[in-house]
């Protein structure tokens, strides 16, 4: 069956970054999108980012300039490097398939001094 599963999530200082990953299986990785989303604490979940099968892709525009979406097709893995981080970016982020209800268990990103 789809498994997706997220790490690198942790506690960071603001100005920090991170880089999360997101292992798939169960499904052809590589002819499937492939998204990040977030929940903050109190608030609705939110796309983050966004990555095509031909690796085209989409922010949220308060991640703009400091996420970076990429996937490597040979490890199923999508990626999220975050640089910059804010306390705002305080959230479980998951990964999902793009157009299917698949998601995966959530990593914990907390930005705090």
């Known amino acids: 069956q789809v498994q997706l599963v997220e790490s690198g999530g942790g506690l960071v200082q603001p100005g920090g970054s991170l880089r999360l990953s997101c292992a798939a299986s169960?499904?052809?990785?590589?002819?499937?999108?492939m998204e990040w989303y977030r929940r903050a604490p109190g608030a609705e979940r939110e796309l983050v980012a966004r990555?095509?099968?031909?690796?085209?892709?989409t922010y949220v525009e308060s991640v703009k300039g400091r996420f970076t979406i990429s996937r490597d097709n040979t490890r199923s893995t999508v990626y999220l490097q975050m640089n910059n981080l804010k306390p705002d970016d305080t959230a479980v982020y998951y990964c999902?398939?793009?157009?299917?209800?698949?998601w995966g268990q959530g990593t914990q990103v907390t930005v705090s001094s």
């Open positions: 990555i095509t099968s031909a690796g085209d892709t």
């Open positions: 999902k398939r793009y157009l299917a209800e698949n």
């Open positions: 169960g499904f052809t990785f590589r002819i499937n999108g």
